[in-house]
């Protein structure tokens, strides 16, 4: 049976490198992102490597707009299989908590935070109903609580704050072939990991795919890097 999967922020970075690596398994993926001439421009380039890549606008702090395309998904394929939060900003890198602007503050909690908030609570029925879900929320090592130290707080609460929902969504659904994981890909080179970043988006994306397409003995309610569980 082939595998659906849904990636946010997809369009550029890590996203849309998780994309090439699922389809390269047989995964039909949804490569969704905020802009929608962006995601189309991302899936044509993977559709035109042969792989099989739809495109979806998708902000994810727009919670109507994740009912709605949940309820497409559940019309077209009656079922979605793997989810990957993804989709990030990193707005105050550096930055004083005394200093950080509340927008900024606001809004890292919106697209880390509450994005996959949103879409976990519209995906996870689907998946108990099938009794199948391979879920990555894309973390980082800011988010762990034991190397909480100064600056960069809108990110690191973002992080801190998407770790335990990794932890509450893998108990909730305990007794089900549903796999919650949360990640750190580690410094990667995107726009958001800058030129300097040692790993490359092949790299960052691969742990990502990994967790995606976990057996059903899998690890559930983890936090990893390079494959390895690291500490909250
Ligand atoms: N790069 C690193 O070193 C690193 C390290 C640790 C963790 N991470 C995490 O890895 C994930 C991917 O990072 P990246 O390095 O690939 O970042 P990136 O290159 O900056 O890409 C971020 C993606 O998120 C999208 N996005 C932002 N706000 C959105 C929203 N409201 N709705 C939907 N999509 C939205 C962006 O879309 P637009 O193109 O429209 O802006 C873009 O596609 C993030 O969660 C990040 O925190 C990265």
């Known amino acids: 049976m082939t595998r659906i999967a849904l990636v946010t922020g997809a369009?550029?970075?890590?996203?849309?490198?998780?994309?090439?690596q699922l389809?390269?398994?047989?995964v039909q993926v949804i490569l969704?992102?905020?802009?929608?001439a962006k995601g189309q421009a991302a899936a044509d380039v993977l559709r035109n490597e042969g792989l099989e890549v739809t495109s979806h606008q998708l902000d994810v702090t727009d919670v109507e707009s994740v009912m709605a395309l949940q309820e497409e998904i559940d019309a077209t394929f009656g079922r979605l299989d793997i989810l990957i939060n993804n989709a990030g900003v990193y707005l105050d890198e550096g930055v004083s908590i005394f200093d950080v602007s509340l927008e900024a503050m606001r809004l890292t909690q919106e697209v880390n935070f509450f994005g996959p908030f949103h879409?976990?609570?519209a995906f996870v029925p689907m998946m108990r109903l099938k009794?199948?879900?391979?879920?990555?929320?894309?973390?980082?090592?800011?988010?762990?609580?034991?190397?909480?130290?100064?600056?960069?707080?809108?990110?690191?609460?973002?992080?801190?704050?998407?770790n335990a929902l990794t932890?509450?969504?893998?108990?909730?659904?305990?007794?089900?072939?549903i796999k919650v994981n949360a990640m750190c890909p580690g410094w990667v080179s995107t726009d958001m990991g800058g030129p300097a970043a040692p790993r490359t988006v092949d790299e960052g994306a691969e742990?990502?795919?990994?967790?995606?397409?976990?057996?059903?003995?899998?690890?559930t309610g983890g936090f990893f890097r390079d494959h390895q569980p690291i500490p909250w």
């Open 207 to 219: 742990a990502i795919t990994w967790l995606a397409t976990l057996p059903d003995d899998g690890p």
């Open 119 to 121: 879409l976990c609570r």
């Open 32 to 36: 969704t992102s905020r802009n929608v």
């Open 131 to 162: 009794d199948y879900g391979r879920i990555v929320n894309v973390s980082s090592g800011y988010g762990a609580m034991v190397d909480m130290g100064a600056r960069t707080a809108a990110y690191r609460i973002s992080k801190l704050a998407l």
């Open 11 to 20: 369009n550029r970075g890590i996203g849309f490198e998780v994309c090439r």
């Open 167 to 177: 932890r509450i969504v893998a108990d909730e659904v305990k007794g089900y072939n």
């Open 23 to 26: 389809a390269l398994q047989g």
